[in-house]
């Protein structure tokens, strides 16, 4: 099992910026990809950005190219989500999850995904 924990969402104004952590703990692998995800009110879920645990090639939906840099600190457990430049559709409850399967390209489908955090909130206002 893994668990994940994200925090550091909160209100801001369009422009801002804002750091999101996700802290693992369990049975953790260099072989998971971690992903970020992001769930808007009356939307589906969405791919944000991923990484390997063991790190490598970093993938980003086009909407936040340029704006949102993923990273991991493997000797602290956690993924980051750096997100410079927010605009109000970036609002959503952003959401940290797993993937164990063994892959060599990273999954944007959030059913392939094994594990899940709580989710935090971010609001941007314009």
């Known amino acids: 099992q893994v668990q994940l924990v994200e925090s550091g969402g909160g209100l801001v104004q369009a422009g801002d910026s804002l750091r999101l952590s996700c802290a693992a703990s369990?049975?953790?692998?260099?072989?998971?990809?971690m992903g970020w995800f992001r769930q808007a009110s009356g939307k589906e879920r969405e791919f944000v950005a991923g990484i390997r645990w063991s790190g490598g090639r970093t993938y980003y939906a086009d909407s936040v190219k340029g704006r949102f840099t993923i990273s991991r600190d493997n000797a602290k457990n956690t993924v980051y989500l750096q997100m410079n430049s927010l605009k109000p559709e970036d609002t959503a409850v952003y959401y940290c999850?797993?993937?164990?399967?063994?892959?060599?390209?990273?999954?944007?489908?959030?059913?392939?995904?094994?594990?899940w955090g709580q989710g935090t909130q971010v609001t941007v206002s314009s």
């Open positions: 369990g049975r953790t692998s260099s072989n998971y990809f």
């Open positions: 999850a797993a993937d164990r399967r063994i892959s060599a390209v990273i999954s944007t489908t959030s059913g392939n995904y094994d594990y």
